[in-house]
């Protein structure tokens, strides 16, 4: 006879929006031409494994340059570019792409756009686990031609990081992370299956989408925090488009439950960490990224 412990352990986990927020759009530190939405406005101990989660849009109508060489440590970020191109010519990103960059020990990265452009890019902020915090830096390339994709009944789904919808995709994480960008016809519907213990949340692009068996309505330039239990087992999202359609990214990612240190560009487990990568950097210790071996250089 089956228990009440196996019953509830055998009952599905839905998943529901607990935590509703409009980001506001800020001006950018490239100057007039630069839009920027703090997307993550919760404190870490809601958001963690998720440090920061920046919207940037530039729309550039001169040829002055911007941006520059600047320094990061003790995190990786995860770049999925919208519209556009940036980087440089060993890591030029175009819309669609994505690039996750592990600073761990310390990096300089340099982002200078010196020509007319448009753009918009999610740049995240993820943190490392503590046994990890300084790994060896490391760079990885998934083109938009190279994300798994599944496309059915009207709905579109790019995996760029972690498992979904049946796909995996090929890039290698320290946190164990899902990143998703769904597209979704007028009045379609989807039910994924993602770890019940994951910090998730959904921001959305455009259009509008009903989430959760509540169908709480989320629309366009919202995020959306999902509730989250200790729960090891999977739990369902149920997602259903508006009357435009929707196209949402999804990050779902395992919290690491160890307090940071952040200050400017770095992450530390305490203060003593900022200090030293602040002297580090001022001493020239920090290379380039552009020096980093080819074993640490991973195009998909």
């Known amino acids: 006879m089956e228990t009440l412990a196996t019953t509830q352990a055998n009952q599905t986990i839905y998943r529901k929006l607990e935590v509703v927020q409009t980001p506001p759009a800020q001006p950018g530190f490239l100057g ?32 002055d340059p911007v941006g520059g060489p600047h320094p990061h440590a003790g995190f990786e970020t995860v770049s999925l570019l919208i519209e556009g191109e940036v980087g440089d010519a060993a890591h030029k990103m175009k819309g669609g792409d994505i690039q996750i960059m592990t600073a761990g020990s310390g990096i300089i990265h340099t982002e200078t756009i010196d020509t007319k452009a448009r753009m918009r890019l999610l740049q995240l902020w993820l943190n490392l686990p ?3 915090r300084w790994a060896l830096p490391r760079v990885q390339d998934l083109p938009l031609e190279r994300v798994p994709t599944v496309a059915a009944d009207g709905v579109t789904i790019r995996v760029y990081s972690g498992a979904l919808a049946g796909v995996a995709s090929p890039m290698q994480n320290y946190v164990p992370l899902i990143v998703a960008d769904i597209q979704m016809q007028p009045g379609t519907a989807t039910i994924q299956q993602i770890p019940a213990h994951y910090t ?7 259009g509008s989408v009903r989430v959760g068996e509540e169908k709480e309505l989320l629309e366009q330039d919202q995020v959306g925090w999902l509730d989250r239990t200790d729960a090891a087992s999977l ?9 435009s359609g929707v196209r949402v990214v999804m990050y779902a990612g395992e919290p690491q439950h160890d307090p940071i240190v952040s200050h400017g560009p770095f992450i530390g487990d305490t203060p003593e960490d900022i200090r030293r990568l602040y002297q580090e950097f001022r001493q020239g210790k920090m290379q380039h990224i552009s020096t980093v071996p080819e074993a640490q250089r991973l195009s998909y």
Do not use: C, W
Not at 200 to 206: A, Q
Not at 235 to 243: C, F, K, V
């Open 32 to 63: 007039p031409d630069h839009t920027a939405r703090p997307v993550i406005q919760r404190d870490y101990s809601d958001s963690d494994p998720f440090i920061v989660l920046m919207d940037d849009f530039l729309d550039k109508q001169n040829g």
């Open 130 to 132: 503590k046994k990890d």
């Open 200 to 206: 998730t949340f959904l921001y959305v692009l455009e």
């Open 235 to 243: 739990s369902e999202l149920s997602l259903i488009a508006g009357e």
